[in-house]
């Protein structure tokens, strides 16, 4: 039995799905954060939140990591950590920093100091040759006017250092820019109490359908598990509104798609003990990197990639934290393909009716979850603000997302938003 420190955890699935991994693979976790509340208020009424069976629960102040590393290797000192990790975005490069200061296993800190600051992986990237959309980053208002003209309208606006796709927006003039960009000066503190960087990322609007590529990294080999398809709207947003996997691609799509992001992987460093989700938009000119995720995906593709191969990418993440080989052997399921969809508001008032009965005893559906009546609801402005999902499967072929759309537009007919 192995003994792992989660710094912090994102509050959506992952942040069951990882506590689940552990106790599964055998192992127990020690869960540190500066404020479990955080947690405890995302748990259904009359449940407790799996964070909650931790071996030990702890409260540090996990924003400071320089004031943490020396409190950790303490705690370290009589607990005895064999290995680091968290699913939260915010805290991927304090988990590196902490597991190189105490020879844990991991990726390299600054590896993943450079994936969670989409203006330094942008950098990087163009460094390396891999290909991507033309960038700018700048902060004061008069730069980054001049870079928009240079990159030209419409454009893509996005924070540095957020996730979720907050605050990514699709801008068509100068007007819109303007706005966007003091949409985000108007939040400079994350809903983790950090604060923000200033820089403003300008990118070109790629066009083409969106995938992910889904790898595990372990001794220096990088291995591909699959690539997943995206659907997006919410627009001027780029909200996810369903995913699908397999992606329905031709071999070669494929095989480009990948190989951009082993690419995009190794120009970053990312090729030991880590699991990475990287988008990749598949464009008319060729594969460009949208960005890369050192961590596994989250919007339950984890679960998709397990109901057609078996394998579970949340169990790999712990045990390549553990610096163990993980399991990737592909095991008949029955499924061909799974999807899931996304319930986004379109308006803003307070849910009274969302009724899923149906739909929870239709033919191939493998989750339903949906917000409760009474619910106060906002219009999407980001992936934080679903209704609910439903994910199903199809035993035959690429179905499963055409069987998701069809249940969702049930959904809709009897969603009632006053």
């Given at each position: 039995m ?23 693979s ?6 540190l954060?500066?404020d ?14 799996p964070?909650?069976g931790?071996r ?11 004031g943490?590393?020396p ?7 009589v ?10 975005d ?5 988990v590196?920093?902490i597991?190189?200061?105490?020879g ?5 800190a600054?590896?993943?100091e450079g994936a969670?600051?989409?203006?330094v992986t ?9 290909p991507?959309?033309?960038f700018a980053?700048?902060r004061?208002?008069?730069d980054?006017v001049r ?9 893509v ?23 966007a ?6 939040f400079?503190v994350n809903?983790?109490?950090?604060h923000?960087?200033?820089?403003v990322?300008?990118e ?14 372990y001794a220096?080999s990088?291995h591909?598990v699959?690539?997943?398809d995206k659907s997006?709207g919410g ?7 369903g995913?699908?996997?397999p992606?329905?691609l031709?071999?070669?799509e494929?095989?480009?798609a990948?190989?951009?992001a082993l ?15 990287t988008?990749?938009k598949l464009?008319?000119?060729?594969p460009?990197v949208?960005e890369?995720?050192p ?9 998709l990639?397990r109901?057609?191969t078996g394998i ?5 993440f ?6 163990r080989e993980?399991?990737?052997r592909?095991t008949?399921?029955?499924l061909?393909s799974?999807a ?13 009716v969302l009724?899923?009965s149906?739909t ?6 493998l ?5 409760a009546?009474g619910?106060a609801?906002r219009?999407a ?10 994910m199903a ?5 690429p179905g499963?997302?055409e069987?998701?759309e069809?249940?969702?537009?049930e ?8």
């Amino acid at each position: 039995m192995a003994h792992l420190l989660m710094v912090e955890s994102w509050v959506g699935s992952m942040s069951r799905l990882l506590p689940q991994a552990i106790r599964e693979s055998g192992h127990e976790f020690t869960f540190l954060t500066r404020d479990l509340h955080h947690y405890l208020r995302s748990a259904s009424e009359g449940t407790a939140h799996p964070l909650l069976g931790a071996r030990n629960l702890l409260t540090a102040e996990t924003n400071d990591t320089e004031g943490l590393l020396p409190h950790i290797e303490r705690l370290h000192q009589v607990l005895g950590f064999d290995g680091v990790l968290t699913s939260c975005d915010y805290y991927l490069s304090t988990v590196a920093r902490i597991a190189e200061h105490l020879g844990l296993p991991g990726p390299g800190a600054e590896a993943v100091e450079g994936a969670c600051r989409k203006d330094v992986t942008r950098r990087l990237l163009a460094d390396a040759g891999v290909p991507g959309p033309r960038f700018a980053v700048h902060r004061e208002r008069a730069d980054l006017v001049r870079a928009a003209r240079e990159i030209g309208f419409p454009l893509v606006v996005k924070p540095v250092d957020l996730c979720a796709g907050m605050y990514v927006r699709r801008v068509a003039d100068e007007a819109e820019l303007a706005a966007a960009c003091q949409a985000l000066a108007d939040f400079p503190v994350n809903a983790r109490g950090q604060h923000r960087a200033p820089q403003v990322l300008l990118e070109e609007l790629l066009d083409g359908p969106e995938v992910s590529v889904e790898t595990v990294s372990y001794a220096g080999s990088v291995h591909v598990v699959g690539v997943t398809d995206k659907s997006v709207g919410g627009a001027p947003a780029f909200i996810e509104t369903g995913h699908m996997f397999p992606a329905a691609l031709s071999p070669a799509e494929t095989e480009a798609a990948e190989h951009t992001a082993l690419d995009a992987l190794k120009a970053l460093g990312l090729t030991d003990g880590v699991v990475a989700h990287t988008e990749i938009k598949l464009t008319s000119a060729g594969p460009r990197v949208v960005e890369v995720n050192p961590r596994p995906a989250g919007n339950r593709i984890t679960e998709l990639i397990r109901h057609v191969t078996g394998i579970d990418l949340a169990a790999a993440f712990v045990e390549v934290a553990l610096g163990r080989e993980p399991d990737l052997r592909v095991t008949p399921t029955g499924l061909r393909s799974a999807a899931i969809g996304f319930l986004v508001p379109q308006t803003t008032g307070t849910l009274e009716v969302l009724d899923g009965s149906a739909t929870r005893e239709a033919p191939d559906v493998l989750e339903v979850q949906l917000a409760a009546p009474g619910k106060a609801v906002r219009s999407a402005g980001s992936n934080n603000e679903y209704l609910g999902h439903v994910m199903a499967g199809d035993a035959a072929g690429p179905g499963a997302r055409e069987r998701v759309e069809g249940l969702l537009a049930e959904l809709r007919e009897g969603l009632v938003i006053r």
